[in-house]
């Protein structure tokens, strides 16, 4: 199969299978308008599991990558999966600044939403991306605040994820002289380092 872009996989390939058909398809958006996502079931079962690992094999191999598909752990309403034995594509699985693992991971999501009315946190890693991304970003941030340290002027840091930001705030939550601050929307969504008696 020759390589493809991530999306253009999607083009005219149905992700809802006979027996999905035969239920009734719930949207993000119409899960919205029922009910607060956070209020579905939300703990990892061995069926979901066993689901997100067949369904992300099925992308894998429809999106013309090369790469194995395994359960990492689980942990209350979290799951992680770990992509192996990617050969060339292991940065084109997961893309600049891990966009693509992203998208891979919102597409998950949804299908655990409508197959089994879920709202799972699923998390994907492919080469150790995200330790070694988040190892970057603290070192990065450590520097941003040798500089508000001593220029007393806050510095904003570039956009990241959730689970990004959340490790910086963890990073500086018992500093004394630096605080951070979350701001921006959406992708832009990024954090601001500034000295705590500013």
Known sequence: MSKKGFFNFLKGWSSVSDEENNQTVVTTETVSEKKNISSLNSE????????????FKEMIDLSGFVGKVR?????????????????EDAGRIIGKGGHTLESFQILLRHFVIRRFDSAVRITIDAGDYRNKRVGQLKMKALKAAEDVEKNGKPVELDPMTASERRAIHVLFENNDIIETLSEGQGDDRHIVLVRRDA
Not at 71 to 87: A, C, M, S
């Open 71 to 87: 359960p990492k752990k689980k942990d209350g309403n979290r799951l992680y999966i770990e992509v192996y034995d990617t050969e």
């Open 44 to 55: 990892v079962t061995e069926e979901i599991e066993t689901f997100v690992v067949e369904k």
